[in-house]
Structure formats: C-alpha cells, structure tokens
C-alpha cells in the first residue's frame, strides 16, 4: 500500500498546495475582523467557473451579503448555531441554484443551442439545476482557500426563509450559506477522522 508521501508525489500540484486546499484546510468557524474585497470574490468566481458542469449548464448564483443591513436580514434565518458566526463573519454568501439555468444555454452551449427545449420538464429541471449547483458549492470552497481565505459552509438555515426574503423576485433556490474571511480565535474545531480508501473505493 502507497504510503502518504508515495501518494503525494503522484499528484501534480506542489505538496503546500495540497495541504492549503485539503489536507491543512479547515472548515472556519470564527472569523478576524480583516474585510474580504469584492476583488478576491471575483478572483474567487473567476477561478471556479472553468470547472466542469453538466452541458456546462453553470446554475450556481451567489449573493454575496456584506452590509449590515442585509446581514441583519439573513440572521433571523440561520439556525441558533449559526447565527453568532454568520454575524461576525466580513462577508457571507449565499449559494443558490438558478432554477431558470437553460435560459442561458445558448449562451453557454452555442453549438447546440437548442438544447435549452430539453429542460422544458419544470420538476426535472429543478433536480438538475441542484445537483450542478451542488458540484459548483464544492468547487467555490476550494476556490475561497485558493484565495488564502477560509470558509465557513452551513446548512444549518431556514432555505425557504432566506429564498422568500432574498429571491422573492428571483428562480433562485438557496443551497449553502457560506461565511468567508480569515480566521479568527479558536477557528477549528478538532480535525474528524476520513473514511479509508479500502472503505470508499472498489474497483471491478
């Protein structure tokens, strides 16, 4: 069996970059006072749009929550064990799926632009619109440690909540609510064990 060292020399990407997007990455759960710029959140999307979606359909949408006043909109919303970090956080995002995705396949997919009548199915399209959503929320958190920031990602919210008081007048459905910033005291929580490749993997 590869030993961790043996398997690191297999990647591609330079040790450091491995342990500041995996192995050393954390999931921040307080946050410095130090802003976050809507340059690094741009450098942030600019980056993880060219990872892969479906017919790259790209549903994601984020709305980025900075002031105070959307703050103290999002709150009422975030579970009891979220409130307190979300509120401190410089910046939070709310990551949701554009159940309307196909309106933009013919610009996405122009070579087969009439791909956009394959989600006329409402229920369908709106699994679909999830699912490479979800795919895109993975890649946004790598994306945000790439940028040498930590992230903060939580279900733990009223997604009907935040839906109506955020996207009334939009086809948005909120997935993920993300704080974002650089970490403050006490961050982490203790690392939790991984399941082992023999337990995830079978090859036939």
């Not at 809507?38 to 999307?45: G, K, N, S």
Request: proline share 7%; charged share 25%; hydrophobic share 40%.
């Amino acid at each position: 069996m590869p030993t961790s060292l043996e398997t690191d020399s297999l990647n591609l990407l330079p040790a450091e970059v491995q342990d500041l997007l995996f192995r050393e990455a954390r999931t921040a759960n307080s946050f410095s006072d130090e802003p976050v710029t809507d340059d690094q959140i741009r450098a942030i999307y600019e980056l993880v749009k060219w990872a892969p979606t479906s017919m790259n359909t790209q549903p994601l949408r984020v709305l980025v929550i900075r002031s105070d006043e959307a703050k103290q909109r999002l709150l009422p919303h975030m579970g009891e064990g979220n409130r307190a970090k979300t509120a401190t956080a410089p910046v939070t995002v709310v990551l949701a799926a554009d159940t309307d995705f196909h309106e933009n396949i013919p610009q996405v997919f122009p070579h087969k632009p009439e791909a956009k009548e394959f989600f006329s199915d409402e229920t369908g399209r709106g699994e679909f619109a999830k699912l490479n959503s979800l795919l895109q929320v993975g890649y946004f958190i790598i994306g945000v440690r790439a940028a040498g920031l930590a992230a903060g990602p939580m279900t733990g919210f009223d997604a009907a909540g935040v839906d109506q008081e955020f996207f009334a007048d939009k086809p948005w459905k909120s997935l993920v609510v993300v704080n974002l910033g650089k970490p403050g005291e006490n961050p982490w929580f203790g690392r939790l064990p991984r399941l082992d490749f023999d337990q995830v993997v079978e090859t036939l």
